[in-house]
């Protein structure tokens, strides 16, 4: 890689200031002076590649560069509210002098960014495309056309035509669009540049605009949430202590003056009489004093805080107050993995503007794309690029896919600051992607996340059925240890056809040479909803535990795999000790109102041979319109069900489950919903309504795809009561006619009584929680602290015996 380290020469009067700049450009060779004239002695004894100075004198400054460093890039850096700096820039302009400006208002780190935006463009290769290639934008309103000149990863030179104002193309100018085709074909696409520099150009008869352009190494997208707030002190404490363990940078700076920024050095979360405080070294040696008030950030595990701390001591080091709440806010959509030494990828394909053919192995992936290295210093990748790739999968066949180029970031320095190999990152999404690679991707994430986890598909159903009894996982009441003969062949043939279809579920087995040790499974529940369930360990010494975090973790983790999953969903009995002790305290710490759902239901069952007679007298029953779908949705909505109904496709349009029936019968399963409704007196609409879910037997061994649960619109209508009656009967005359032993019915507590009354018995209350994918990587850290609890307080307990027996 030859993108190399740059030389950079700081002029700033303020020493806490040059400090700031040098901390944020540490990558290169940084000298810092507080004069122009000391700045004018360093330059003759070496040239530097960038000038960073104040606006003071720029034009006598400058002529010293022009003689000392002709070659170096010029940057001002000037806040707006400074008129006098201003106008002696653009007296400095008018002279012809080309140089950039950056306002001193904006943060240190955002200053630092630009900084290095402009030295990529500087180092970046530049190519001529092999092919004429169209640029089309909109500027100002206007739509333009444009042939483009050269190409380079953060910029490129587009051929306007002379008859464009050359007013409307001043440096500064943000080009809205931009899309360059060849041959027809989109090669790249980014939503915005900007203009850098515009020059007339006259060849023969056929004058033109050369306007250079820039733009980010990233696709930026706004967040599709609102910023989430940590409130829990725990939950606070802990992220700050992963962030100080990791080697995170915590950036403070003063609420008022933005542009006051500094990096805490070696920052550690200590207590001091009896409180958790924050402390670390002030680099760049900003004015701080006891009572200050700072804003915090960090970013860590793909996520972004920041908070508020107060200033406690200064005394060589700085004593801040932990923040009371973190806001937090995603930075991927999907969690990268780097693949094991098994399951290696290589990505081929042919540069869009050079045309040579590009081979190169993947770094880390995701379901929703990878990163590889380039040399940006003779490749040209730039974000936006639309790329046809062949990848090599791990075992050895290939398979085609369509990409765009989302990122092209630098990876720090090789071998020190003082090497001259600065590799690149380029990260892309993928636009088209087959079935084989979604399958090796979710194997490979599998492999990297435990050596001993594979897919169950591996694995005869009868040999996860058999740990499952010896670990007395018995609560299936349809499918009875011991009677096997009838229905295995069933679960066998649905195991498969799960684990195979890639999208609608997953099995994960923890095996070792001792056979099947654990097992967890997901499904696709409902469109966007991944179910976790049939959780199982063999029982063993210690062991139990790990092999639960492991596959729990795993089971979830699978559900964020699936780009469309935007729910996860896990239940648990409450009688069960361990697993309710451990929801609730995870719900109880995350939960966040409009992303996450907690319920309470009874798992009631009537075997169909003891059932009652039919009272007469009751109402009709009747399949519910679309219009008494809407109705149904916007009662639920308006009683603040608004994740159950998202969660659960209670939407008008998916309530029948149409899409998710589709991608089931696809791969040989089935999956369906009825909606019965019981009409209320005149146009009052329905009185009543009754969800009845169908699916292959052993999708979910508890069969919730075979169960019903009724919602009451009219509570107190007179007939209510009669109506829920009803529509139980026509549920349970659903599960008759398609020969099941029995009907089961997921009850609210408030429904019980009704249900007993129809001879149906509660079988155990449970808890079940869904949470938005958002939520994921939070309850991943969060369940791992537990279980590491829990391993170290049983391993003190264990050396705690063995010193009490030695002694």
Known sequence: MSVPTQDVLIVHPNAGRRAALAAVLGVHRVVTVESQSEATRRMESAAPTLIIAPPENARRFLRHVDRAAPEAVRVFVCSQTDRQGLEELVETAAEGHVFSTLDDSLTISEIGRRLTNLLQLRTSARVTPHAVLEAAFRLQGRDYTARCLDMGNFGAALRVPMAASLGAFLPGAMLEELSVTREGRRVLHTHRALVRHVQPVRLGTD?????????????????????????????????????????????????????????LDAPVVDIVDGRSVLRGANVGASPVSPGDVLNLSFEVGGQSYTGVASVLRVAGDITLSVPRTLGMQNRRGLQRFRPGSEHRFLASFKAPFSGKTLTRSVLDLSAGGFSFSFDASCEVLPAGSQLDISMLLPDGSEAACRAEVRSVEGMGAEGGLESVLRPYRCGVRFLEVPPAVQHAVRSAFVSARSEHVVDGGRYPFRDIWKMMEQAHYNFHPDYPFGGEAGWMDALEDTHHKLCASGELGSSLVYGDRDGVQGHVAGLRIHSRTWLVQHLAVRPGFHRQDQIAHELSALAIEMGEVHEDIDFIRFSWREDNRWPSRLGTWLLRVMDSHGLSWLRHFHYMRLELADAPAVPGGLPPVREATDGDCERLESFLRERGDVVRVLAEDLQASQLRLEALSARYAAHGLHRKRYVYTVDGEGTSGPLAMALQEEGSPGINLIEKTNSFSYVVLQPDHPGADAAVRALIQRCVEHGRALGRSAAVAIAADEDVAALEAAGFRSLGRFSEWFFHRSMVRRWVELFRSIFERVQRVGAERARGHRMRGAA
Do not use: I, T
């Open 207 to 263: 004058p033109f605009l050369r306007v250079g352009l820039s733009w980010g190494g990233a696709l930026e997208e706004a967040s599709p949430l609102p910023l989430a707030v940590v409130r829990d002190p725990v939950s606070v404490l802990a992220a700050l202590r992963k962030a100080v363990r990791r080697g995170s940078q915590v950036w403070m700076h003063f609420q008022d003056s933005p542009s006051l920024q500094f990096v």
